[in-house]
């Protein structure tokens, strides 16, 4: 069931919480909503379900507009933040309450109950009360009740947020394998965390406020970000964003940091309408940052180990360049074992995983065109 959303607005008193959202879903697809605390997630997700109304827009389902469909009738379920189970019911009447309310009769109950907790792995809890369960459980128990609808569209609404890390991570392997199981339904999971985003969504809408200001799978996301905005909230540790100046030295155009000069070359046609001295963002991933002896395959700097983070099989390295640049780069533990604060380093940039924003506006500089581009 394709989902088209174009130009809902929703405003509440001086506040604009929806901007002219717009983007379409595919059939089945499992599409992240990513986007920080404020963004309209929670309001966009809650006028897809019919609990509000847009003020401007349209939503529509296989071309059928679904302000003129009851709620009820929309074939649409979500899952809020807090679980909201009822507390005297037990597991098995948590899941049949929407059917009940259906008036389906209690042999399908039966045997739909049965095969959604089985899916979900609850069957060992259908007679326990929901303050017995863990939090896991909860969770399951909170999805299940959505899913026995049987609904084309499910909407999540940040539903990792009151588990443990363990639990988190788990649980996102639980959601891409209950995708697969589903197979005609439509995902729309909405969510803060990139993490999330990144390892779940075929599609990724990056909301920021009150606007998706790009659309794109995972790997596109966070190679070529449409924007300084996007940059940022896409990547751990963050991309590195440093303020340069377009410069040119015989001839050719250079992008130049506090502490390295770039060769402008990559974004030749796309730096065409600016001139030399106006300022642009350089996106540096901290994996495009290596220390590098011997032969130079690309631009090089000095920089001082300030702080080293060790996390188990990589460490994040905090690193000084010139006087106040500070940078994050990330090597494997093996390499960074030796280093300690004050070493100094030669660093080398990686050109192709290099980022390039206007100055003023942050939108993203694309790489010129070769021959061989698509």
């Not at 929703?10 to 499992?30: C, N, S, T």
């Not at 990144?198 to 070529?224: F, N």
Request: charged share 25%; proline share 6%; with cysteine.
């Amino acid at each position: 069931m394709e989902l088209t959303v174009s130009g809902l607005k929703k405003r509440y008193g001086a506040v604009e919480a929806l901007a002219g959202v717009e983007f379409a879903v595919d059939a089945g697809e499992f599409f992240a909503i990513l986007g920080p605390s404020g963004a309209g997630k929670t309001t966009l997700l809650r006028i897809l379900a019919g609990i509000d109304t847009p003020d401007e827009g349209r939503i529509s389902l296989d071309g059928r507009d679904l302000a003129q469909v009851p709620v009820r009738a929309r074939n649409t379920a979500m899952v809020f933040q807090t679980f909201a189970l009822y507390p005297h019911m037990t597991t098995f009447d948590n899941l049949a309450y929407p059917l009940r309310e259906a008036r389906v009769p209690n042999a399908e109950i039966r045997a739909r109950v049965g095969q959604v907790a089985e899916m979900l792995k609850l069957s060992h809890t259908l007679d326990r009360k929901p303050g017995t369960l863990s939090g896991g459980e909860q969770q399951r128990c909170a999805i299940g009740r959505a899913l026995v609808r049987r609904p084309k569209l499910l909407l999540l609404d940040e539903p990792l947020t009151n588990l443990d890390a363990k639990l988190r991570h788990d649980t996102r392997a639980e959601f891409k394998r209950l995708h697969r199981e589903l197979g005609t339904t439509t995902i729309i999971y909405a969510t803060p965390d990139q993490l999330e985003a990144l390892s779940m969504g075929q599609q990724i809408g990056v909301l920021d406020h009150g606007r998706i200001v790009q659309i794109a799978p995972p790997q596109q996301l966070y190679a070529e970000p449409g924007n300084r905005f996007v940059a940022s909230l896409v990547g751990d540790p963050p991309i590195n964003l440093v303020r340069g100046t377009l410069g040119e030295r015989s001839g050719r155009r250079t992008i130049d940091l506090p502490f390295v000069e770039l060769d402008a070359q990559p974004w030749e046609a796309s730096l065409n309408g600016l001139e030399t001295g106006a300022t642009v963002d350089v996106g540096l991933r901290p994996h495009a940052i290596v220390p590098r002896e011997g032969e130079a395959k690309g631009p090089r700097f000095a920089a001082r180990v300030f702080l080293p983070e060790p996390l188990g099989d990589v460490t994040i390295l905090n690193i000084l360049a010139e006087r106040d640049s500070r940078l994050k780069m990330v090597l494997p533990h093996e390499e960074a074992h030796r280093l300690k604060a004050d070493d100094i380093l030669t660093c080398e940039v990686d050109l192709a995983q290099v980022c390039l924003f206007a100055g003023e506006s942050g939108t993203a500089i694309r790489r010129s065109r070769t021959e061989n581009s698509p």
